[in-house]
DNA sequence: GTGAAAGCGCTAACAG
DNA sequence: CTGTTAGCGCTTTCAC
């Protein structure tokens, strides 16, 4: 028969209750050797008899820390994400911390929000997906002191830490390993945020392409309009590709129809391969195409899909390891770090055509 | 040129630099009316202008309340959860409190140490996935004064709050639904996680079949083993489901093979497929299945899978708000809310074969 | 080894 | 209207 909320036990009720003194219920909970061995049994016994738990918030106020790590991300929903989630989670708590989350749904303005919040709950540091439109707001977090470590997404004008993935180079090798496959007349089906990862991936589709000698022009690269600021959304709709690639694949192609898509995301490419099942493009006998993500379903679709494997959880260990190393040492140099993603060989690209018996390994590192 | 960590501005900087008290700054920043115009521009003005934001640690400390909610999650990497983070904070959010995230992996031990952290932390409430296999936990929370709502699961025996989904109908609808299309020998494949979620459902698999008059043996109900302690895992891979269906669909069926799979998770009805593909069984033609969660992929298979799509944002929504309530209203009973999912019927069902041009709505209830 | 005193930054009482 | 006093629960001096 529980009672109702009772106050919570404080240490003071473990000291009058043994006729200490505050102080020495403190000494004797916190491991300090200047206690009796007698005491500190008693203490413990009794704190455990009335279930006395420390008031974090008072000890913070004290001690100067609130031995809490912010979290700032934009969408939870995006597989990606969800596992940094996951491993940074897993690791702050290992490490004693606790975690604040805070999401933004790419808004700047909700980002700013939780810049404040930052500041007034006082976190040590955080780990951070920036939104990348302005940054104004994280100088005022770091010149408070809270060090940033920047995840996936950079902001180099702050000189943080950053921990990424090598998007340019996920990018490149698929597109050479299209063009290795015979491919010619590409196509780049980008995300249309205005952030680096995409950038990047840009970069390395034209890299391959320049590469291989073949030219790019304009309308090789194309961006695909997404629900980017629909809060509850999912990271992106295979909707919006599928319309677009259907009225991509409408569009007169002076060189010929394209005979290799590299998309942004595995979403793209499950937009893409309907449009193309409906046009009867045979994948990867007429059109060969790639992902980016390597999400959980890519490799069962019906045309197993190649794409590139992310190191999620990599990424998201270092980025606490990162943080906790500043919070300690303080002012060394800012240190990058660009994770290499995997290029994951399947049917859509002419690969393995369906799973082999080897086993698709569900790494520690997937999606 | 930024300076390096400044000690962060305090009430008493501000009261020194206008020769006021404390007090007086606190009131004028605080919005009280017992403060003149003049004195309040002044403060406010120097505040803005030396960059102080409050400290929540001692505001919290005074006031008994750290105006942060928990939420513990067993895994960010479903779907369901994702979106469930999103929502959640999102509104936690906006009613001006924080989020702390726990992360349990479906492990007890976790939740254990999960729960030390929201007594820790002091936090003024928590929703709670629970993991379900112990308890005694939450009821120290929850004696402690901390209102709990359970979200998905629920502990009864706590006489807490609780919102989820109506899985049993849900699955009820789906079987119900291959069962008019005229399958008989129907077969459910669903997670064998120990929690009620997945109880219900096969308790909606066996009243459907009931109410149509068909016997469940017991090996229509198959439980699929799954990675459910893997910490970075994805909530399941199809891999498990195709290598336990492949085994299934080889053993005899004296009363012939299966024409119809109601699966417990859009996952496994990926593994499924392949399984069904391989020993080319047509769907729907020879096997109708469905699936459960509307997965994003789920509308863009090959086979556009009929599946179960749950309300995930309008869950953590109303946790959120049942929680707050409690926090104000304090001793009513306990609420329970059920809330009911919606059967999407597709092609792997006999549903319309492909996209038609009405829209799927990737509404604000996804996945 | 233990206690008394002071203070973390803030807000609530009470005076004035 | 404003200042003084007190205290949230804890830890850290410094005496004893």
């Known amino acids: 028969m529980t009672e109702g909320p009772r106050p919570r036990p404080t240490l003071r009720d473990i000291a009058t209750a043994l006729g200490l003194s505050v102080n020495t219920v403190s000494r004797a909970l916190g491991d300090k050797d200047s206690v009796s061995a007698a005491t500190r049994a008693a203490v413990q016994a009794e704190a455990a008899r009335i279930g006395y738990v420390p008031n974090t918030l008072a000890r913070s106020l004290v001690l100067g820390s609130a031995m809490t790590l912010g979290l700032v991300i934009t969408n939870p929903s995006n597989p990606f994400y969800a596992q940094l989630i996951s491993s940074i989670e897993l690791r702050v708590r290992a490490q004693g911390y606790s975690l604040l989350l805070l999401v933004t749904d790419e808004s700047v303005e909700n ?12 976190v040590d ?7 990348q439109a302005e940054w104004d707001h994280w100088r005022r977090v770091r010149d408070s002191g809270i060090p940033l470590v920047f995840v996936n997404r950079d902001v180099p004008e702050l000189g943080c830490d950053m921990v990424g993935v090598d998007y340019e180079r996920g990018s490149y090798e698929a597109t050479s390993h299209l063009i290795a496959g015979g491919a010619r007349r590409l196509l780049l089906l980008e995300e249309d945020l205005p952030i680096t990862t995409t950038a990047d991936r840009i970069t390395g589709f034209r890299r391959a392409m320049a590469d291989a000698g073949l030219k790019v022009s304009d309308d090789q690269v194309q961006a695909v309009p997404t629900k980017r600021y629909d809060s509850l959304a999912l990271p992106w709709q295979p909707e919006e590709a599928y319309r677009f690639a259907q009225t991509l694949l409408t569009d007169a192609h ?35 195409i790639t992902g980016y993500g390597d999400h959980p379903y890519a490799a069962y679709l019906q045309t197993p899909l190649t794409t590139v494997r992310l190191p999620a959880a990599e990424v998201g260990t270092t980025a606490v390891d990162l943080l906790l190393q500043r919070l300690r040492a303080g002012t060394e140099r800012p240190r990058k770090t660009l994770i290499r993603p995997e290029l994951v060989i399947r049917a859509s690209t002419g690969g393995p055509p369906a799973l082999t018996n080897r086993q698709e390994q569900p790494s520690s590192t997937p999606g």
Chains 1, 2 share one sequence.
């Open 111 to 122: 980002e700013q929000r939780a810049t404040e919040a930052l500041l007034r709950s006082a």
């Open 254 to 288: 002076p060189d010929g129809h394209p005979d290799g898509f590299v998309t942004g995301n595995d979403y793209f490419a499950l937009g893409l391969l309907r449009a193309l099942a409906e046009r009867d493009l045979a994948v990867p006998g007429d059109v060969a």
């Open 125 to 131: 540091g955080a780990v951070v997906v920036p939104v």
